[in-house]
């Protein structure tokens, strides 16, 4: 049973470039979130998508996130001009919706991408 | 503004006994409610969730209450075991038909088994 996977798992970058972290999906699932996480505190939605569709992306931090679904399979996230508010855990998720399922979202998360901006 | 909020940031617990976790929520769209658990440096792990037209879902060791009224659910684990010891997070979400769906968090509860 593979799970979501994220890659890379650490990433230490220097302020100022970019960096870009990649999500593979359970299979079936339709459906991606990306999420960030600070210290002592929640997931915090960014943005997801439904197949390639970006579905929402008002969340995303500032004009420096941005991230695609190409072909519906994995999905980017990128940093542009990284600050030191930007190191975070960035979470993956996936779930599968739409006819045939229940009316619920049930996500399921990968490991994550711990980035540290120096 | 917090929307899904876990006031007790730590609990300890006795192993063998019951474990309670609570949290509270104030939006009134919410319809959905998971609990996840999380270990340092990984992901979080979907334990079990409950919809707003249930007040029970247990799975095994675990069981989730609903008091939609009070806007207040509770996470029970019994028998507590050192290997529960984690960061339990609560999640809702609308239902699918109401739109976007993503997980609003709590900031979780760090739970620590004692054996």
């Known amino acids: 049973d593979t799970g979501v996977s994220q890659d890379p798992r650490h990433k230490i970058t220097k302020r100022g470039q970019n960096v870009t972290f990649r999500c593979d999906p359970i299979s079936e699932h339709n459906r991606l979130y990306w999420y960030r996480q600070t210290l002592g505190q929640g997931p915090e939605f960014l943005t997801y998508?439904?197949?390639?569709?970006?579905?929402?992306k008002s969340r995303l931090l500032s004009d420096r996130f941005s991230a695609e679904r190409p072909k519906g399979s994995f999905s980017t996230l990128e940093i542009q001009r990284t600050e030191q508010g930007d190191s975070a855990m960035y979470l993956c998720?996936?779930?599968?919706?739409?006819?045939?399922?229940?009316?619920?979202?049930?996500?399921?998360f990968g490991p994550g991408t711990r980035l540290t901006v120096l | 503004d917090q929307q899904v909020k876990q006031n007790s940031p730590s609990l300890s617990v006795q192993e063998g006994r019951i474990s309670i976790l609570n949290c509270d929520y104030t939006n009134s769209m919410f319809d959905y409610f998971l609990w996840y658990k999380k270990y340092p440096a990984e992901g979080p792990t979907f334990l079990i969730s409950?919809?707003?037209?249930?007040d029970k879902n247990e799975d095994g060791r675990f069981t989730v209450f609903l008091n939609k009224s009070a806007k207040h659910l509770s996470l029970h684990i019994v028998p507590s075991q050192p290997g529960d010891s984690a960061v339990y997070f609560c999640?809702?979400?609308?239902?699918?038909?109401?739109?976007?769906?993503?997980?609003?968090f709590g900031k979780g509860t760090r739970l620590s088994v004692i054996a």
């Open positions: 999640a809702a979400s609308p239902f699918l038909n109401s739109g976007n769906t993503p997980l609003v």
């Open positions: 998508f439904q197949n390639e569709a970006q579905l929402e």
């Open positions: 998720a996936s779930s599968l919706v739409g006819p045939g399922t229940e009316e619920t979202d049930t996500q399921y």
């Open positions: 409950i919809s707003s037209i249930k």
